[in-house]
């Protein structure tokens, strides 16, 4: 705590004002700080009593703030942006002493709250963007169907093939912006049931078979007769291994392999619980490094276009890690260029 005489500040003052977890700063009739509490220079570097407050806090719509209501004015209340000491977001709230001896700052720190208000907007503009493009594209065939290629039953044949890609690709979308949010409703709520992945990973590729064969690929799957039954929500992780074997085999190259390995583990990476470790490994490309933090955002692709015509929504392992999440589970993606990836899924057991 740093005060100064001028506005006679007490130790107990002092006491109390260090005790507010968010930055306090009052300042004198003469622009002055006379105190500035621990938080206030520990966050914004309000360093010392006795200087003018426009040496510390460069931010000219504060600095007004405060004129103003040094000049008589009602209390204040704005958002401001601070450099240093690092890039935060506040709240600020200018108010008047009692006796118009000086100003009091109060900030509050919104950093987070603007940061997930951010995402919100990027996210509605993206699937907003996702879901305009095969609606365009449908628009333009009906067009098209009604006028110049009415009479053309080999364009109508074709373009009626499009058309259902397009539709069958919106249909996708909404169902995984549903799933997400209800995922996501009831991430908290730890899942109750006893699920046996074995049984689980052997619905999964018996489903998706026939997207393997289409490829000429194999689905090898290695699972221990050990393995324990997890906690967990039995239609949530089919839909995890359901994501995860669906890119092992878009992303796979043709002819190649997927290999599936489920097999128990000591202990869970954080803590001391027992799991169970589910590996799926493809023979694809791989992924560059500096993608794979961020494959698991909504509607981060490596390549969109690819992703794309391969029928992606760019939301499946977004899916994957609300899932995980809730189940305290965990996913990391290993990777190497030209040879393939490896998403492995950790999962506490019941
Ligand atoms: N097995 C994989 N091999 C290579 N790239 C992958 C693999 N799985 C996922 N990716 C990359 O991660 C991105 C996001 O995956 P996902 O969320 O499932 O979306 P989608 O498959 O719909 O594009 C994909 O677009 C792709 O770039
Ligand atoms: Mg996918």
């Known amino acids: 705590m740093e005060t100064r005489a001028g506005l006679s500040i007490s130790p107990r003052d002092v006491e109390i004002l260090d005790s507010i977890p968010e930055p306090v700063v009052i300042v004198d009739r003469l622009r002055t700080v006379s105190a500035a509490n621990a938080a206030a ?37 704005i958002e401001v942006t601070l450099r240093t000491p690092a890039a935060r977001t506040y709240s600020l709230v200018v108010a008047p ?19 997930a208000q951010q995402m919100r907007v990027d996210f509605i503009a993206n699937a907003s963007h996702e879901l305009r493009s095969p609606l365009s594209a449908l628009v333009g065939f009906i067009e098209t169907l009604r006028g110049p290629a009415r009479d053309d ?64 690929m194999r689905i090898r799957t290695e699972i221990l007769v050990t393995l324990p039954p997890v906690a967990g929500d039995p239609d949530q ?14 992303y796979g190259r043709t002819g190649s392999e997927v290999l599936i390995v489920a097999r128990p583990i000591e202990r869970m990476q954080e803590g001391t619980r027992p799991g169970v470790a589910i590996s799926v490994q493809d023979e694809g490309d791989g992924i560059p490094r500096d993608h794979i933090p961020r494959l698991t955002e909504r509607f981060y692709r ?17 899916i994957v890690k609300h899932i995980l999440n809730r189940h305290r589970g965990r996913l990391t993606i290993e990777s190497e260029l030209g040879r393939g990836s490896r998403f492995t899924v950790t999962l506490p057991s019941a």
């Open 97 to 115: 002493l009692q006796g118009a001896a000086g100003a009091v700052l109060i900030f509050h720190d919104v950093t987070s709250e603007r940061r």
């Open 41 to 77: 220079v520990r966050d914004i570097g309000v360093a010392y009593a006795g200087r003018a407050l426009a040496l510390s806090l460069r931010h000219p719509a504060a600095l007004a703030a405060v004129e103003e209501v040094l000049a008589g004015g009602q209390t204040r209340s």
């Open 237 to 250: 992780l089919v839909q995890v291994f359901r994501n995860l074997i669906e890119n092992a085999i878009a």
């Open 153 to 216: 039953p080999a364009a109508r044949t074709r373009f009626l093939e499009i058309m259902a890609n397009e539709a069958g690709r919106m249909t996708r979308l909404i169902e995984n912006l549903l799933s997400l949010s209800s995922i996501e409703a009831d991430e908290h709520v730890i899942p109750q049931g006893r699920v046996d992945l074995g049984q689980t990973l052997a619905a999964v590729v018996d489903t998706l078979l026939p997207a393997a064969t289409a490829k000429e």
């Open 302 to 318: 490596v390549d969109a276009a690819r992703s794309r015509k391969l029928g992606g929504t760019g939301l499946g392992l977004a």
